[in-house]
């Protein structure tokens, strides 16, 4: 492996987010190729470090807190030098270009913002909007490159750090992998699905104000008073007994669901008759790329940011004002009615592939595309 191209990759894993998902696929994919990966680690938390394929160098910078990373990192840049540092999130990416500057090394840094930060501060106070925005004016003027995962986050990064848009390069999430489609056909259990009489609605996301689910609730109960139908939420989180008062004072509680966390939720979303996004803001919502490569029909709120370029102004699925409950409940109604095929909604989200995603990322951090497996002699 010593001739092999090198790549440093910086995240923080706290969890089963994701963002941890994506940069395991990203590690993945650029594994196959015959990268050699050193995958540094402020925080070593959540199921996914479990997942490493063979043949990444993990470095673990021992510390818990991205602020008290930048002097280990600068000692890990100074010794290894790499030619390129990925980086995962806002914070992280603010220490790598501190530890760089103490470092003094010309290791070029690109950071990954998967967050539409305005939609998520809004309604903040001054002061939390400040402290969170002027950081990154302050710092990312100092970076190589940032990478959105959407058009949307691009263009909010702009506005937010005062960058030219030139430095801000969008690539797709690596989302569709072979191991999601493997998983999306495991049979699952649940005695609502598969019943045509009464199909099933489902959402998916932590139980939080982001995701906004009083509304999809509120949108069920309309769609429920017009045919039969059904309502699964996976995840979990602090809204659970509020969602549950909310569907019994609708009175919808024996038609819908809270199951909490699945550990493969593809196979529920290929089994759904369709899948509803009812998102406050996003950066590029994964959960619904993940039930259009299941083949299901979707219906989302045109939330900042990613949908409508996912759905492709509403070619491939309805989009409906953010907390318009009455819109909500009919374009679910209009989409059960009529649903697109199954191959028309894969192929709309084709770029979301990881050898696709790995490609634009390649690409835009100078590093060559290295043959896939299945072009090597």
């Known amino acids: 492996m010593t001739d092999a191209p090198r790549l440093a990759i910086l995240i923080s894993f706290s969890g089963a987010g994701g963002v941890e998902r994506m940069v395991l696929n990203l590690v993945e994919e650029f594994v196959r190729r015959g990268y050699c990966v050193d995958l540094l680690l402020i925080r070593t938390e ?14 673990r910078l021992g510390v818990q807190h991205t602020l008290a990373s930048v002097r280990p990192l600068a000692r890990w840049l100074r010794e290894h030098r790499p030619p390129v540092l990925l980086v995962a999130k806002d914070r992280a990416g603010r220490a790598a270009l501190w530890a760089r500057r103490l470092s003094g090394v010309d290791t070029r840094i690109a950071i990954r913002l998967g967050t539409n930060l305005s939609a998520a501060l809004a309604g903040r106070g001054w002061l939390k909007r400040v402290t969170r925005t002027l950081p990154m004016r302050w710092s990312y003027r100092m970076a190589e490159r940032v990478i959105a ?18 430095r801000i390069s969008v690539a797709h999430n690596p989302v569709i992998t072979p191991r999601l489609l493997a998983l999306a056909c495991e049979p699952v259990e649940h005695p609502w ?46 809204q659970r007994n509020e969602l549950l008062a909310l569907a ?12 909490g966390f699945a550990a493969n939720p593809y196979a529920w979303m290929r089994a759904a008759d369709l899948f509803v996004l ?5 950066g590029s919502p ?55 095929g199954a191959e028309v909604v894969r192929a709309a989200v084709a770029d979301f592939a990881v050898a696709r995603s790995a490609d634009e990322y390649l690409d835009i951090l100078g590093l060559p595309r290295a043959p896939k497996p299945q072009e090597q002699t």
Request: aromatic share 2%.
């Open 286 to 340: 994964n959960v619904l790329t993940e039930a259009m490569a299941c083949g299901t029909p979707v219906v989302s709120t045109d939330c900042p940011s990613g949908p409508r370029e996912t759905l492709q102004d509403g070619r491939f699925g309805p989009l409906v004002a953010v907390g318009d409950a009455a819109a909500l409940g009919q374009a679910i109604l209009d989409t059960l009615a009529r649903p697109p």
């Open 46 to 59: 959540g199921e996914h470090l479990r997942e490493l394929p063979e043949g990444v160098n993990v470095v």
């Open 248 to 259: 019994a004072e609708l009175g919808v509680a024996g038609d819908l669901d809270l199951p």
């Open 278 to 282: 009812s998102s406050r803001w996003e």
């Open 149 to 166: 995962v959407s058009r949307g986050v691009a263009e909010d990064t702009a506005r937010v750090t005062g960058l030219p848009p030139e």
């Open 193 to 238: 699905l598969g019943e045509p009489e009464a199909p099933v609605i489902l959402g998916a996301g932590r139980l939080t104000r982001q995701k906004d689910f009083p509304t999809l609730i509120r949108a069920f109960a309309q769609a429920r008073a017009a045919r039969p139908c059904r309502l699964i939420i996976l995840g979990d989180g602090g």
